[in-house]
């Protein structure tokens, strides 16, 4: 059973790109979370969703972030017009419901130049 | 304001040493405690988690030791090993959801 999968893990970006990480939870869960890791920082949560729905995104910066779970496919965190300030590690959890374990993936490392 | 302080940034100690790793904090809606460990270039991975019901608890050579009243809970590492050196973060949630309110993280170096 493979784990949480996210892709790709490094990428680099330049000033004003739009940069998006994908994020395939672990197989039977329908709840995932995003959160950002700055360096030599805790994680800090960004938004949970589940299948088609934003359930909170209390983390998530007001401008240029978006996040989706469509219904087929992975979940989606997209950056446009990436910032030098975007660089950092964003990592994916995803659980089996609301209330049980999450699991991390390895994170996308975005390098903004 | 930051809900989950954690101390110390970094912790040097021997082969052998008992490292210990301190969280305080503020929302007592937490119930779900947390530690994970994280190597370079990796996701963080749950350690060992306690509920606020139990004083103290012990999987393999790590032991949680929680304070209700002070509102902060600890990490022990005991017999520790170079295979330990990471970094490790507190963490607390509400019902173990996955929405997660995270330490700063300890960078833990054990020597042989």
């Known amino acids: 059973n493979a784990g949480v999968m996210q892709n790709p893990r490094h990428l680099v970006r330049r000033r004003g790109q739009e940069a998006r990480l994908r994020c395939s939870p672990m197989?039977?869960?329908?709840?995932v979370y995003w959160y950002r890791q700055l360096p030599e920082e805790g994680l800090k949560f960004m938004v949970y969703?589940?299948?088609?729905?934003?359930?909170?995104e209390s983390g998530m910066p007001k401008e240029r972030f978006s996040a989706e779970f469509p219904k087929e496919g992975p979940s989606i965190l997209r950056i446009q017009q990436v910032v030098r300030g975007d660089s950092a590690a964003y990592f994916c959890?995803?659980?089996?419901?609301?209330?049980?374990?999450?699991?991390f993936g390895q994170g996308t490392r975005l390098t903004v130049v | 304001q930051q809900q989950v302080k954690q101390s110390p940034q970094s912790l040097i100690v021997q082969k052998g040493g008992i490292p210990i790793i301190n969280c305080a904090y503020e929302?007592?809606?937490?119930?779900?405690f947390p530690w994970y460990q994280q190597f370079p270039g990796k996701g963080p991975a749950l350690l060992i988690a306690?509920?606020?019901?139990?004083s103290e608890k012990k999987e393999g050579r790590f032991t949680i030791s929680f304070n209700k009243s002070a509102k902060q809970f600890s990490l022990h590492i005991m017999d520790s090993q170079p295979g330990d050196s990471a970094t490790y973060f507190c963490?607390?949630?509400?019902?173990?959801?996955?929405?997660?309110?995270f330490g700063d993280g300890t960078t833990l170096t054990v020597k042989p």
């Open positions: 959890a995803s659980s089996l419901d609301k209330n049980t374990e999450a699991f």
């Open positions: 197989k039977g869960h329908s709840h």
């Open positions: 969703l589940q299948k088609e729905n934003i359930i909170d």
């Open positions: 929302n007592t809606a937490f119930d779900y």
């Open positions: 306690i509920r606020p019901d139990v």
């Open positions: 963490a607390a949630s509400v019902n173990r959801a996955g929405k997660s309110t």
